[in-house]
């Protein structure tokens, strides 16, 4: 059964910064590529990064991109985001999973989520 775990959030700043990090278990989470994705309130879940099995090639949405760091350590199974410069609009649940390209949007692989972890950005 896959098991994912996110952690790290909590509220912060604007400027402020925030590392989550994601432990997964249940299947061998090295082979696939892996990201990152985030619900603010009232809102669909989005495509926040994503990082290539091997952690060689990284990929950010246009929102977080020079902000965020997505990295990777298969001999442990787990997951970053390091958040810099975190802005209001920021602020929203994020969850983790396995992801792969459908046309030209990184998708979730599986329908199973995590809990998520809250981050909270004050102005």
């Known amino acids: 059964q896959v098991q994912l775990v996110e952690s790290g959030g909590g509220l912060v700043q604007a400027g402020g910064s925030l590392r989550l990090s994601c432990a997964a278990s249940?299947?061998?989470?090295?082979?696939?590529?892996m990201g990152w994705f985030r619900q603010a309130p009232g809102k669909e879940r989005e495509f926040v990064a994503a990082?290539?099995?091997?952690?060689?090639?990284?990929y950010y949405s246009d929102s977080v991109k020079g902000r965020f760091t997505i990295s990777r350590d298969n001999a442990k199974n787990t997951m970053s985001l390091q958040m810099n410069s975190l802005k209001p609009e920021d602020t929203a649940v994020y969850y983790c999973?396995?992801?792969?390209?459908?046309?030209?949007?990184?998708?979730?692989?599986?329908?199973?989520w995590g809990q998520g972890t809250q981050v909270t950005v004050s102005s």
């Open positions: 999973n396995a992801v792969k390209v459908r046309g030209s949007s990184w998708v979730s692989m599986y329908d199973y």
């Open positions: 249940g299947r061998t989470f090295s082979t696939y590529a």
């Open positions: 990082i290539s099995w091997s952690g060689g090639s990284t």
